[in-house]
């Protein structure tokens, strides 16, 4: 951190967890002139906008530095809640994270922090790497997985374009969690042993996923159908379910069943057996390139179709951009051809590309998979 180049001073997205709070204080510590940002995102309970608001503006006090909390209340609520209601509403499973750190946080931090404090960089507790554009091979800056495999945050990172990503910096991609512990009881901050939160933030803040969606969304009873229409349970609501889910389902059959579609416009969660299950491939659009230009041949990658999921060797063959795509400014669609068929190809969900270390880029699964044809050699 000392020799980083250019002006050190930096603006640090301050949650009031251990991450953060140790992310400002390695700053502070190597000579950067900090400054605190918090953004207020919901009302109410919720660790990160009530306990983690006190406990940023401390954090901050004990490092002696200033902090600021910003109203980005009605901006969450457009670009997240909404628009996590409506994906659920329709029948799909949204990515909100992603979102948030394109739409809520990186983009307008920087923007805000800018414009208010004339501060051009943004720090965060992610555990991720930045390769800046004068080092790396293609005069990109690269976006590489944190040294820690168990906290790797770089899947929810890869939606971030470049000019974003030149300014960004993060302290504990070099560290594990439990290094972080450790340097933070150094410190002597007051979120050392701070439990990590587990959920997304809107689960913490309802209680529950659930009463999140039960709270925005009027009960939908419906049928849980065989790929063949037929009956074999009722559900409370497709927004409960997810693609690839066994248990829970609360359907009695001879075999174990997975759920492989949310019908939205029939109301109905289709369930077939495993065998029936896999898919070969997927579509995936809304792709921004991050580490390296959009191919134009077929490459070798390695997929994640979800956070905690092992990546997965696919085919990446770039398709045409259709008009809806273009009129969006996301031009970029490819389609993926699995080595071993997968279990939960999720529509809404992120599909990231890896080349070991390096995030090349990602999207979002836009049509149902296709059917399995047998692997990709």
């Known amino acids: 951190m000392r020799t980083w180049p250019g002006e050190h001073r930096v603006a640090v997205g301050l949650s009031g967890g251990v991450d953060s709070s140790l992310t400002a204080a390695l700053l502070v510590e190597a000579g950067w002139q900090v400054e605190g940002l918090t953004l207020w995102l919901m009302s109410g309970k919720g660790a990160c906008c009530a306990e983690g608001l006190v406990d940023a503006a401390a954090i901050c006090e004990e490092l002696g530095v200033p902090h600021h909390v910003v109203d980005f209340r009605d901006h969450f609520k457009a670009q997240i809640v909404d628009f996590l209601v409506e994906g659920y509403a329709a029948g799909v499973t949204p990515l909100p994270c992603s979102r948030c750190n394109r739409e809520v946080k990186f983009g307008p931090m920087l923007q805000w922090a800018e414009a208010e404090r004339g501060i051009g960089r943004l720090a965060t507790g992610h555990y991720a790497r930045v390769r800046h554009g004068a080092v790396s091979d293609n005069g990109r800056h690269q976006l590489l997985r944190g040294l820690d495999s168990q906290k790797d945050q770089s899947y929810f990172l890869y939606d971030l374009p470049q000019e974003v990503l030149g300014r960004l910096v993060f302290p504990l991609g070099e560290l594990t969690k439990a290094d972080t512990r ?36 009027p009960p939908r009873p419906g049928e849980i159908v065989l790929v063949d229409g037929t009956v074999v349970g009722e559900h409370d609501g497709i927004e409960h379910f997810t693609i690839g889910q066994r248990k829970g389902l609360g359907v009695a059959w001879r075999e174990p069943l997975h759920v492989v579609r949310l019908d939205g416009a029939m109301n109905q969660v289709v369930v077939a057996p495993r065998a029936e299950a896999a898919r070969a491939g997927a579509v995936v659009g809304a792709v921004n390139w991050v580490s390296v230009p959009p191919p134009e041949d077929p490459i070798e990658v390695a997929v994640q179709v979800r956070y905690r999921s092992a990546p997965e060797r696919a085919l990446l063959t770039p ?20 080595a071993e068929e997968q279990f939960s190809i999720t529509p809404a969900q992120a599909a990231v590309f890896y080349d070991g270390e390096v995030l090349l880029g990602g999207g979002l699964i836009q049509a149902d998979p296709a059917p399995a044809t047998g692997p990709h050699q």
Do not use: I, N, W
């Not at 979120?191 to 209680?207: F, I, M, N």
């Not at 045409?320 to 273009?326: F, I, V, Y």
């Open 319 to 338: 398709l045409p951009a259709t008009d809806a795509d273009r009129a969006a400014q996301r031009p970029h669609r490819v389609q993926l051809t699995f």
């Open 182 to 217: 450790l340097e933070a009881e150094r410190h002597g901050l007051r979120t050392a042993k701070k439990p990590e939160s587990q959920d997304l933030c809107l689960a913490d803040h309802h209680g529950s996923m659930k009463a999140f969606l039960d709270a925005y969304l």
